[in-house]
């Protein structure tokens, strides 16, 4: 149970590389929560609040790699107090695509891990982490297929490097937050019964 809502509602973050199907599991999830008859929210970063949207214009747009990582971590302290937090004093079990790990896996490289990590340091751990594991040529061919435009971060050699960023965010969060890496290759139903098998392990 999460230690910013104070009541028992859950804050989980769903995690990967571009293509990893993050955004297909967190529907599924969502549904999951429901059919167990449990209020849950769906939110995601960049958020949809002014700096997400900022972000999101910009992704493709003029910024340098550099200024991202304050983006991030603004728009991040915006989206939890506005969203995130006020649901889980409401009850409710939140669900995002995406959080500080993305930062830290998708930042590090410009900024280094450390610089990232410490300016990300007030925002609380989510009580679980679901990282879906999917190979960076795998994720490209998906991305391809979606035939839409692509950003700064969706080319072979980015997502490699970000794939090995993913594994340094998690050794460096171990014992402090925790992150379950979930195989995310097969159907997305193959997936989803993964998902849950971490969300509820009874
Ligand atoms: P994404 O969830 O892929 O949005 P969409 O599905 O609308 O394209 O997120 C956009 C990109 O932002 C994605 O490539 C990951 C990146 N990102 C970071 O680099 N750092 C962060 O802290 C977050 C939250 C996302």
């Not at 728009?75 to 409710?92: F, K, N, S, Y």
């Amino acid at each position: 149970m999460t230690t910013v809502g104070g009541v028992n509602a859950r804050f989980i973050a769903i995690e990967g590389l571009d293509g990893s199907g993050g955004t297909t599991q967190l529907t599924r999830l969502k549904a999951a929560f429901e059919a167990r008859g449990a209020a849950v929210m769906v939110t995601r970063e960049p958020s949809d609040r002014p700096v997400g949207k900022l972000i999101r214009a910009q992704l493709a747009g003029e910024l340098g790699d550099a200024v991202f990582p304050y983006l991030f971590a603004a728009d991040r302290r915006d989206h939890l107090d506005a969203v995130v937090l006020p649901a889980l004093a409401r009850g409710e079990n939140v669900l995002t695509d995406r959080y500080a790990l993305s930062s830290f896996a998708y930042q590090a490289e410009a900024h280094g891990l450390d610089r990232v990590m410490r300016l990300n340091q007030d925002f609380p751990a989510p009580d679980l982490t679901i990282l879906l594991d999917l190979d960076p040529q795998t994720c490209l061919d998906r991305i391809l297929a979606r035939g839409l435009p692509r950003d700064r971060f969706e080319t072979l050699d980015r997502l490699r490097t970000i794939a090995a960023g993913y594994d340094a965010a998690v050794l460096a969060c171990e014992g402090r937050w925790r992150i379950a890496r979930v195989d995310a290759r097969g159907t997305a139903d193959a997936v989803a019964e993964r998902v849950f098998a971490v969300v509820w392990p009874d």
